[in-house]
């Protein structure tokens, strides 16, 4: 040995004494500053069978960089978090949801949930997976589909419709184009439409997920190439028989994925009597305006829904349930999905409740942890990315205090939450998940309204649907140039959450709202009507009176029909007219006609009933106007419910 050689080995032999560890220095992994290292915990891989005792996790930057013996781990540089008497599993995955309001991202995180497939999407859900993948928005990573693919008439407003193989093949191609990352089918779909949307599907790498059109019949769908069947659907029909015959042994023969939703049937089959579903975990966690939309009486599916009908949804659960089992026995892949969105499914929460039912129906907590983790990564496509504890994976973890194999409700309240390498204690995602205290400012986050021009009235309004608060408005009507501006917000909460900010006068709308893409649009008149700009995007156009109203689906629109009916006599009746600015999904102009029927005054205001049509939706309702000129209060009524636009101040 030479003599630098012998110097180098006591040099190592010497660091090795001062890390004060007895392997070998060569066989230890070191953390680095900035890293996450959780140690000393019993780590259930779900990439393979067994659990890793003692072991640490060393996080880098969103991903997992080492899973090694906890004496294997240099961890001094890290920042450390004790594992030991703790379970660490992956994040758990939620195939199935739906959601529209930003609170339901930390609802999931809270329970652990870290990736979750979104089944009917809008540009919102876009921007929300680029805010999370970004590391702005904390929440769990998103896969969205684009809007609902359906035949006509759809079963969900907001699908995309379409009846032949050319409408389907352009739905499949736009929402490509917007960048979604799943196609969603569902029953009302013509055969040559769906296997045009499956096709074409199929050429831009775009995976199908959806039910089973009712035109194809589940046999014809397990051949065809979508990807993963929902709710069992076709298999177990919601009402209606069953087919005959073995479907287990195409469905694996075919490598379709299943994803049953067990717990959302279980709550539509307790939903003849809500008060049995008062104990749902999580439910104080629940908006108000939400749980006033679960009330069966209010939903369109269940309304008709008589004692029998119920009792045939709970019999067919007992179906679905033995189907999993016959499903899983014959290892047919099966992910967790939960459908949350539906009336007591709360999100996150009802992960948990999946498990367990999925447990009830015969399968392992093992298997069932499986349908949660490893296999939605298989099923997304991102194996060893998605749902596995390894080098090379998302760091999307749980910290527990118990055993989810031994339990599989274990997972329920996990002690740490790790997202995208960003570590959550239970206390900080207790205190995101909290419900807006009553008397929060809506507005906190709002710049305040631009004060050009000089003050006329200003307004704050909040805005009720079924009875419960849903969002809030601030006006200010201002001159300039013997012009009236009207600058607006509103701030919508649950049920769907946005944020729309304008600038008005009677003939150009400016208007800014998180629901749309680009956020940004400028509405101009033209020669023939209205035309809405969406920045670096072509016009949308709309046939329009040349007084029809640049209508912004805000309190704004009723301040150009105040000043509009001011001459209106009691008794007597005008029709006014309006291109309403649509701006859930795709920009679009909708004509509105407004019948104003002047009343006596209420209360020392001006008072009209109104009767008419927005786009295809007809409404009656009524408009109050103060003195100031501004509306008192707008009541609308549409088939699904009404909207009340109120004055606070
Ligand atoms: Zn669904």
């Known amino acids: 040995m030479t003599p630098i050689a012998r110097r180098a080995l006591l040099v190592g032999l010497l660091a090795a004494a001062a890390c004060g560890h007895r392997d070998p220095p060569w066989r230890l992994t070191s953390a680095q500053p900035g890293d996450v290292a959780i140690v000393g915990a019993t780590v259930i891989p779900m990439d393979r069978d067994g659990v890793l005792r003692d072991h640490a996790v060393l996080v880098r930057g969103d991903r997992i960089v080492a899973v090694v013996a906890t ?111 799943w196609i969603k089918v569902y029953g009302g779909l013509s055969v040559e439409a769906y296997r045009a949307a499956l ?71 307790r939903l003849d009597d809500p008060a049995q579903l008062a104990d749902t975990r999580g439910l104080a966690l629940v908006a108000p305006a939400v749980r006033a939309a679960w009330d069966p009486q209010r939903d369109f599916r269940l309304r008709t829904f008589t004692p029998a009908k119920f009792a045939t ?48 129906a015969g399968l392992t907590p093992r298997q069932a942890l499986r349908m949660a983790t490893v296999a939605a990564g298989e099923l997304l496509g991102t194996p060893g990315e998605v749902g596995v504890i390894a080098p090379g994976a998302r760091a999307d973890l749980l910290v527990l205090d118990a055993d989810p194999l031994a339990d599989v409700a274990n997972v329920a309240d996990p002690a740490i939450v790790v997202a995208r390498g ?37 307004a704050r309004y909040q805005v009720a649907m079924l009875d419960q608060v849903i969002g809030h408005e ?33 003939d150009q709308l400016d208007l800014t709202c998180d629901c749309v893409a680009p956020p940004h649009l400028a509405v101009t008149r033209t020669p023939t009507g209205v035309a809405a700009t969406p920045d670096g995007r072509p016009a949308v156009a709309l046939a329009a009176a040349a007084d029809a109203v640049l209508a912004p689906q805000a309190v704004a629109e009723f301040v150009w029909y105040a000043a509009a009916l001011a001459d209106l006599p009691v008794g007597a009746a005008r029709t006014l007219t309006a291109a309403e600015v649509m701006t859930d999904g795709e920009v679009a102009l909708h004509p509105g006609r407004f019948q104003f029927t002047r009343g006596a005054d209420v209360d020392g205001r001006r008072s009209y009933a109104i009767v008419g049509q927005h786009g295809e939706l007809a409404l009656t309702g009524h408009l109050r106007v103060a003195p100031d000129g501004l509306p008192h209060e707008v009541s609308v009524t549409v088939s699904f419910g009404t909207f009340t636009t109120r004055r606070l101040e």
């Not at 529209?100 to 949930?113: M, P, T």
């Not at 607006?488 to 649950?494: D, L, M, R, S, T």
Request: aromatic fraction near 6%; charge should be neutral; include cysteine.
């Open 474 to 506: 601030r006006i200010a009507v201002r001159e300039l140039g013997g012009q009236r501006i009207v600058h607006g917000q509103a701030v919508y909460g649950a049920p769907q959450a946005l944020v729309m900010r304008y600038r008005a006068t009677a």
């Open 71 to 181: 004496r294997a781990l240099d961890a001094r540089a890290a920042t450390v978090i004790d594992g030991r008497g703790r379970w660490v599993t992956p994040g758990l995955a939620d195939m199935h949801v739906h959601f529209w309001d930003r609170h339901d991202l930390d609802l999931f995180l809270l329970n652990g949930v870290t990736t979750v497939r979104n089944l009917f999407g809008s540009p919102t859900h876009l921007r929300w997976r680029a805010a999370v993948a970004r590391g702005e928005l904390a929440g769990p990573t998103i896969v969205t589909a684009g809007p609902i693919i359906d035949g006509d008439p759809p079963t969900w407003p907001g699908s995309a419709v379409v009846t032949t193989a050319a409408e389907a093949t352009a739905a499949v191609q736009a929402q490509h184009a917007a960048g979604y990352d």
């Open 313 to 360: 949804v709970r019999a067919k659960n007992l179906q679905r349930q033995a189907l999993v089992r016959a499903l899983a026995d014959a290892g047919a892949p099966l992910v967790l999905g939960t459908d949350t969105g539906n009336p007591y499914v709360v999100p996150g929460f009802a992960v948990v409740d999946e498990l367990r039912l999925l447990v009830a």
């Open 422 to 458: 960003v570590a959550h204690p239970r206390a900080a995602l207790l205190a995101a998940a909290a419900l807006p205290a009553a008397d929060a400012d809506p507005f906190a986050a709002q710049p305040a309204l631009p004060t050009e021009g000089a003050p006329i009235a200003a």
């Open 199 to 269: 096709a074409e599907a199929a050429r831009l790498h775009l995976p199908v997920a959806g039910h089973v059109p009712h035109a194809v019949g589940v046999a014809a769908a397990i051949a065809s190439g979508q990807r993963s069947i929902e709710h069992l659907d076709g298999y177990v029909p919601f009402l209606g028989d069953a087919p005959r015959g073995d479907l287990v042994t195409p469905t694996v023969a075919a490598g379709v994925w299943n994803c049953p939703t067990l717990v959302v049937t279980d709550r539509f089959g």
